[in-house]
């Protein structure tokens, strides 16, 4: 079962303002790797992570394409190293991009002042730390 707690919210949410800015890997449909930093990561809810696309560039097209992603949080200074795995989807309009766009931090939206950005939302199937060991899977 996933369950993001609120010890893992406040890191997460918080991951740009105390400089440890989240990665987020993808992969083409030829299985060609890309990663990109993405300051806008946020909980979403309980079981997914979200982050304001504003480059619309290859991460984009990769998620679009292949939704299976990986978003890497490294803290060092508390020694914490997550992988969030999970599936993808993209919204360009409606609530839910509203919602996650409304969320995102402030220095990520003045990245995008026309906000042109789209919201993604990635629904966690798996997260392990960086020596292997699982800390939560879907059922």
Do not use: H
């Not at 079962?1 to 893992?8: T, V």
């Not at 309980?46 to 290859?58: G, H, I, P, V």
């Not at 931090?105 to 995008?112: I, S, T, Y």
């Amino acid at each position: 079962m996933i369950s993001l707690d609120d010890e893992i919210r406040q890191l997460i949410d918080n991951a740009l303002e105390e400089g440890v800015c989240c990665v987020l890997g993808t992969a083409s449909p030829e299985g060609k790797p890309q990663i990109s930093m993405k300051g806008s990561v946020l909980v979403f809810d309980r079981e997914t992570l979200a982050y304001w696309e504003r480059a619309k560039r290859s991460a984009l097209e990769n998620v679009v394409d292949n939704p299976q992603v990986v978003i890497f949080y490294r803290n060092p200074a508390k020694r914490i190293n997550w992988r969030f795995y999970g599936t993808a989807t993209v919204f360009e309009a409606g609530a839910i991009r509203d919602n996650v766009m409304n969320r995102t931090v402030q220095a990520e939206l003045d990245r995008d002042p026309e906000r042109i950005g789209v919201a993604v939302l990635v629904k966690l199937d798996r997260i392990v730390e960086l020596n292997g060991n699982v800390l939560q899977e879907r059922d």
